[in-house]
T-cell receptor
Framework: AQSVTQLGSHVSVSEGALVLLRCNYSSSVPPYLFWYVQYPNQGLQLLLKYTSAATLVKGINGFEAEFKKSETSFHLTKPSAHMSDAAEYFCAVRDTGTASKLTFGTGTRLQVTL | GAVVSQHPSRVICKSGTSVKIECRSLDFQATTMFWYRQFPKQSLMLMATSNEGSKATYEQGVEKDKFLINHASLTLSTLTVTSAHPEDSSFYIC???????????????FGPGTRLTVL
């Protein structure tokens, strides 16, 4: 069964600092990988996805993630944090079958301080 | 991009009553819809997967008689929480997916969620 592990349930950065949210996956074959953001009392918004094309994926709001097969990782980064980035971030994995299901990580709450 | 709506966004009900939550794909046909449950400060847990015109497939541990799912059309799925109790209070999120012709990858879109509070 596939799974994702998000290291750090809570990450705090200063405004303007680098954001690094970690995600490691477990899958027998390279899967599809996703990062979602959730603001309070809202649904999920897709930040970016890896679907076996370029390993460096650029998403919305200045975020990007790099698929590293050797490390089974898909860490999310942003060069400079903004106050509006404060939210819950979920990494998710799915195998490549069209009928497959998403499995979510436990989430990382990003706090941005002045 | 594709839009998924949920109604209501927030509902408060008395214990023992039933509550229906609607999930609609507004600008695409959803061959598959998913229902998730999210407890405070926790991740999303898949409850069930429904395909249009067929019975929903429930995840292990989810009571199918408690959480009735109907996917009657390609744009509408409903989740009915029957005889709700306070422990059913949660944030319920639906998601919809289509399978474009010739595509190997199909996007999954999420609704804004419904906050259910059972008194």
């Amino acid at each position: 069964a596939q799974s994702v592990t998000q290291l750090g349930s809570h990450v705090s950065v200063s405004e303007g600092a680098l954001v690094l949210l970690r995600c490691n996956y477990s899958s027998s074959v390279p899967p599809y990988l996703f990062w979602y953001v959730q603001y309070p009392n809202q649904g999920l918004q897709l930040l970016l996805k890896y679907t076996s094309a370029a390993t460096l994926v650029k998403g919305i709001n200045g975020f990007e993630a790099e698929f590293k097969k050797s490390e089974t990782s898909f860490h999310l980064t942003k060069p400079s944090a903004h106050m509006s980035d404060a939210a819950e971030y979920f990494c998710a994995v799915r195998d490549t079958g069209t009928a497959s299901k998403l499995t979510f990580g436990t989430g990382t709450r990003l706090q941005v301080t002045l | 991009g594709a839009v998924v709506s949920q109604h209501p966004s927030r509902v408060i009900c008395k214990s023992g009553t039933s509550v229906k939550i609607e999930c609609r794909s507004l600008d695409f046909q959803a061959t598959t819809m998913f229902w998730y449950r999210q407890f405070p400060k926790q991740s999303l847990m898949l409850m069930a997967t429904s395909n249009e015109g067929s019975k929903a497939t429930y995840e292990q541990g989810v009571e199918k008689d408690k959480f009735l799912i109907n996917h009657a059309s390609l744009t509408l799925s409903t989740l009915t929480v029957t005889s709700a109790h306070p422990e059913d209070s949660s944030f319920y999120i639906c998601s919809a997916r289509s399978i474009p012709r010739g595509a190997s990858y199909n996007e999954q879109f999420f609704g804004p969620g419904t906050r259910l509070t059972v008194l």
